[in-house]
């Protein structure tokens, strides 16, 4: 990431909240891609804490990018936003929310007006390194998503982990992305986060770049595994209630689908639960091979 700026940090004590509802732990290593920079942090109670207080119309959007921070915590470089927004892409998706790739470039100020600007909205490759930010909007829901957030180092230490926050814009045209040049203004302890919505060239200039496309298929497949261990959690008690009446019919199919089926991750790190095959038989099957019935909408990104 570009710095062009460094201003004051500031530090706010991270709150410790309880660790029930229990959220699941990989029984092995999540796939992930390899990076640089500092680990990235995760806090199993932030995600418990989401599971415990988060309306039915923002438990999915809210719980998947806390929870996907928390398998990833220490294992993965900080810095890997790219990385990160292609798989909770994928994620939201098998769980039937639509999330799109949206680069900015992001302003941050502390109180004082000092400032330090990251990313930029003409990115480009540095070999396999993307010299910019990348962050997700859900259109359908009007949230942004920042899950790798933390890699600047003035919000790292106020350690509230990803920020997700409502869109106060329109949603442009397609309803993918908004517009180029908005901005959002999210506010996270004493910083003032200022993000600036680059172009289509800056979203072209990730989608289409070999590297992004040689690990397509990685992206997809970590994303199953974070969306299978986020089921695990919104089924567990006191969460499947209301997330039973999230506004997404594929999340609910999934959730009757799988009930409290026993699930595992097998020797390459796939998460899968123990479910009848098509033919009634029954097997250990991976998220995007449970049956469901032909009314349920197909997972996103679609052709």
């Known amino acids: 990431m570009s710095k062009q700026k460094r201003g004051r940090k500031q530090r706010t004590p991270q709150k410790r909240v309880p660790r029930?509802?229990?959220?699941?732990?990989?029984?092995?290593?999540?796939?992930?891609?390899?990076?640089?920079?500092?680990?990235?942090?995760?806090?199993?109670?932030?995600?418990?804490?989401?599971?415990?207080?988060?309306?039915?119309?923002?438990?999915?959007?809210?719980?998947?990018?806390?929870?996907?921070?928390?398998?990833?915590?220490?294992?993965?470089?900080?810095?890997?936003?790219?990385?990160?927004?292609?798989?909770?892409?994928?994620?939201?998706?098998?769980?039937?929310?639509?999330?799109?790739?949206?680069?900015?470039?992001?302003?941050?100020?502390?109180?004082?007006?000092?400032?330090?600007?990251?990313?930029?909205?003409?990115?480009?490759?540095?070999?396999?390194?993307?010299?910019?930010?990348?962050?997700?909007?859900?259109?359908?829901?009007?949230?942004?998503?920042?899950?790798?957030?933390?890699?600047?180092?003035?919000v790292r230490e106020i350690g509230m982990g990803p920020m997700v926050g409502k869109l106060a814009l329109s949603i442009d045209g397609d309803g993918s992305m908004v517009e180029p040049g908005a901005q959002v203004v999210l506010q996270r302890g004493d910083l003032m986060l200022t993000y600036t919505v680059a172009g289509p060239e800056a979203l072209a200039s990730i989608v289409e770049h070999p590297e992004a496309i040689a690990h397509a298929d990685g992206h997809r497949r970590t994303g199953v595994n974070v969306a299978s261990f986020t089921l695990v959690a919104l089924r567990g008690k006191g969460v499947s209630g209301r997330a039973m009446q999230a506004p997404y019919p594929r999340l609910r199919a999934l959730l009757r689908a799988v009930g409290d089926a026993p699930y595992e991750a097998d020797e390459s790190g796939d998460v899968r639960f123990c479910l009848p095959d098509h033919s009634g038989e029954e097997r250990w099957l991976r998220l995007d091979e449970i049956p469901l019935a032909p009314t349920v909408p197909a997972a996103w990104p679609r052709a």
């Not at 415990?52 to 220490?74: F, I, N, R, S, T």
């Not at 998706?93 to 639509?98: I, M």
């Not at 480009?124 to 390194?129: I, K, Q, V, Y």
């Open 20 to 154: 029930s509802p229990s959220v699941p732990r990989p029984r092995a290593a999540v796939p992930v891609l390899p990076g640089g920079g500092l680990p990235l942090r995760g806090s199993l109670d932030a995600t418990a804490r989401m599971l415990e207080h988060a309306k039915p119309d923002q438990l999915v959007e809210l719980v998947l990018p806390y929870l996907w921070a928390a398998l990833a915590d220490g294992r993965v470089p900080a810095n890997i936003c790219v990385d990160a927004c292609m798989t909770l892409r994928n994620a939201y998706g098998q769980l039937g929310v639509r999330a799109e790739l949206l680069p900015v470039d992001l302003a941050i100020q502390s109180q004082d007006g000092s400032g330090t600007r990251y990313g930029s909205l003409t990115p480009s490759w540095t070999g396999t390194s993307w010299n910019g930010h990348c962050v997700l909007v859900l259109p359908d829901s009007e949230r942004f998503v920042d899950a790798t957030v933390e890699q600047f180092d003035e």
